[in-house]
């Protein structure tokens, strides 16, 4: 397996690129529209090809890359089912796969962080992976006060999707704000502050409680999301 994990330093995401060995099929988890000569570079040098470009969820703090994918190398746009975005070629199911060559990416739906929520995990190479985008965070989990966010949906989304995984899985996050790359589901369970609550009513409370600013770029972002990224006219011109 092709595995890089890239970083947006302005916005703190994390997108995953995955390939296939033996087909050189490709895929993109989270792609930022600014970062788009980076993927062209590693598409090239790596003998990619892209199949599918995929958003865990309507994002609020970046401009999505999914539009600029799809018209430079035809990939497929992809967004959790429940998602209200348009230009998007696969409105993927819990329980679903994703596939590239040998590869599955299986579709869990963990709404809460926002309506559309997803996560997705791998068997590859002798390791478990999942890739929680803004649900579960190392050391955190993602806010619930905006885009139909419910702490209650989110309490439900970790503890019985993520939380039940093998200890051992991987953990990759959309965002990191601590310089962290990845955590396991069993770390998690035990040295995340948000997940040491009694129960699901004091989980709900701690997160009325946070009174974060917004985004920054949200007033961008969602929009240009919504259509994911096609009207986009900003530094990075699709």
Request: glycine share 10%; hydrophobic share 35%.
């Given at each position: 397996?092709i595995?890089?994990?890239l970083?947006?330093?302005?916005?703190?995401?994390?997108?995953?690129l995955?390939g296939?060995?033996?087909?050189?099929?490709?895929?993109?988890?989270?792609?930022?529209?600014e970062?788009?000569?980076?993927y062209?570079?590693?598409?090239?040098?790596?003998?990619l090809?892209?199949?599918?470009?995929?958003?865990?969820?309507?994002?609020?703090?970046?401009?999505?890359?999914?539009?600029?994918?799809?018209?430079?190398?035809?990939?497929?746009?992809?967004?959790?089912?429940?998602?209200?975005?348009?230009g998007?070629?696969?409105?993927?199911?819990d329980?679903?796969?994703i596939?590239?060559?040998?590869?599955?990416?299986?579709?869990?739906?963990?709404?809460?962080?926002?309506?559309?929520?997803?996560?997705?995990?791998?068997?590859?190479?002798?390791?478990?992976?999942?890739?929680t985008?803004?649900?579960?965070?190392?050391?955190?989990?993602?806010?619930?006060?905006f885009?139909?966010?419910?702490?209650?949906?989110q309490?439900d989304?970790?503890h019985?999707?993520?939380?039940?995984?093998?200890?051992?899985?991987?953990?990759?996050?959309?965002?990191?704000?601590?310089?962290?790359?990845e955590?396991?589901?069993?770390?998690?369970?035990?040295?995340?502050p948000?997940?040491?609550v009694?129960?699901?009513?004091?989980?709900?409370?701690?997160?009325?409680?946070l009174?974060?600013?917004?985004?920054k770029?949200?007033?961008?972002?969602?929009?240009?999301?919504?259509?994911?990224?096609?009207?986009?006219?900003?530094?990075?011109?699709?």
């Amino acid at each position: 397996m092709i595995f890089r994990q890239l970083f947006d330093r302005e916005t703190w995401t994390f997108t995953y690129l995955l390939g296939d060995e033996d087909s050189r099929e490709a895929l993109i988890i989270d792609p930022v529209v600014e970062q788009m000569p980076l993927y062209q570079q590693l598409m090239k040098e790596l003998g990619l090809k892209l199949k599918f470009g995929i958003d865990t969820h309507v994002h609020a703090d970046h401009v999505t890359a999914l539009g600029a994918l799809r018209e430079t190398f035809g990939s497929r746009s992809i967004h959790g089912e429940g998602s209200q975005a348009s230009g998007i070629d696969r409105f993927i199911k819990d329980g679903e796969n994703i596939e590239i060559g040998t590869l599955a990416l299986n579709a869990l739906a963990t709404p809460g962080h926002t309506d559309d929520s997803f996560s997705y995990t791998l068997v590859a190479g002798g390791k478990r992976m999942v890739f929680t985008g803004d649900t579960l965070f190392i050391r955190g989990t993602g806010r619930t006060d905006f885009q139909n966010g419910d702490a209650g949906q989110q309490y439900d989304s970790i503890h019985e999707k993520l939380l039940t995984l093998p200890e051992d899985t991987i953990v990759y996050p959309g965002h990191d704000y601590r310089g962290m790359n990845e955590s396991r589901i069993g770390e998690e369970r035990r040295f995340n502050p948000r997940l040491q609550v009694a129960n699901k009513a004091e989980y709900i409370e701690l997160m009325a409680g946070l009174n974060l600013p917004n985004p920054k770029f949200m007033d961008v972002a969602v929009p240009a999301n919504l259509a994911a990224g096609n009207t986009y006219t900003g530094e990075y011109h699709i």
